[in-house]
T-cell receptor, first 111, second 111 residues
Framework: DADVTQTPRNRITKTGKRIMLECSQTKGHDRMYWYRQDPGLGLRLIYYSFDVKDINKGEISDGYSVSRQAQAKFSLSLESAIPNQTALYFC??????????FGPGTRLTVL | GENVEQHPSTLSVQEGDSAVIKCTYSDSASNYFPWYKQELGKRPQLIIDIRSNVGEKKDQRIAVTLNKTAKHFSLHITETQPEDSAVYFCAAYPSNYQLIWGAGTKLIIKP
């Protein structure tokens, strides 16, 4: 779904580095989400935002921070990356309690 | 909080046969239950959903059933085809605005 994009698509970094993952959408949706996916654990919510001024912690927010720069942009930061943050990260958008549209994902490896 | 359990973790069926994936949830306030399909290397995409005021919903070869009393819902795929091979995720939407996801079922269609 080209309406939700993520950059970068792949990133390898070292322990202790600061990393930012970016998400942009052209769907005009107010709600945006950041998930991480680990094998056998499904999707776990890191942060979600219902509009530019409304940001909420999800299930696993420790070690992460976010910024909602505009309705269309939602960034995820790892202030000091650690190896157990190696995962596949997805951004998603939605209108209310409805279908979530996912970006293509960012594969992050922390060495 | 809400907890969603999904079974089985892997399901192998003969092409043309039916497949059933089951999920249970714990929060009786949950009122929205989507199913997502994730093909290898791709993003999750919604395939069907059901709300708590409905017991069953069908869309061609796929159907979802909901038993609110027992707090479980199931995905049924009939006449399985090779393109049905994927990981399927169920989710539940309780009252705290977060989708809670099952761990996923890897569906393998044998030729």
């Amino acid at each position: 779904d080209a309406d939700v994009t993520q950059t970068p698509r792949n990133r390898i970094t070292k322990t202790g580095k600061r990393i930012m993952l970016e998400c942009s959408q052209t769907k005009g949706h107010d709600r945006m989400y950041w998930y991480r996916q680990d094998p056998g654990l499904g999707l776990r919510l890191i942060y979600y935002s219902f509009d530019v001024k409304d940001i909420n912690k999800g299930e696993i927010s420790d070690g992460y921070s976010v910024s909602r720069q505009a309705q269309a942009k939602f960034s995820l930061s790892l202030e000091s990356a650690i190896p157990n943050q190696t995962a596949l990260y997805f951004c998603a958008t939605s209108v209310d309690t409805d279908t979530q549209y996912f970006g293509p994902g960012t594969r992050l490896t922390v060495l | 909080g809400e907890n969603v359990e999904q079974h089985p973790s892997t399901l192998s069926v003969q092409e043309g046969d039916s497949a059933v994936i089951k999920c249970t949830y714990s929060d009786s306030a949950s009122n929205y239950f989507p199913w997502y399909k994730q093909e290898l290397g791709k993003r999750p995409q919604l395939i069907i959903d059901i709300r708590s005021n409905v017991g069953e919903k069908k869309d061609q070869r796929i159907a979802v059933t909901l038993n609110k009393t027992a707090k479980h819902f199931s995905l049924h795929i009939t006449e399985t085809q090779p393109e049905d091979s994927a990981v399927y995720f169920c989710a539940a939407y309780p009252s705290n605005y977060q989708l809670i996801w099952g761990a996923g079922t890897k569906l393998i269609i044998k030729p």
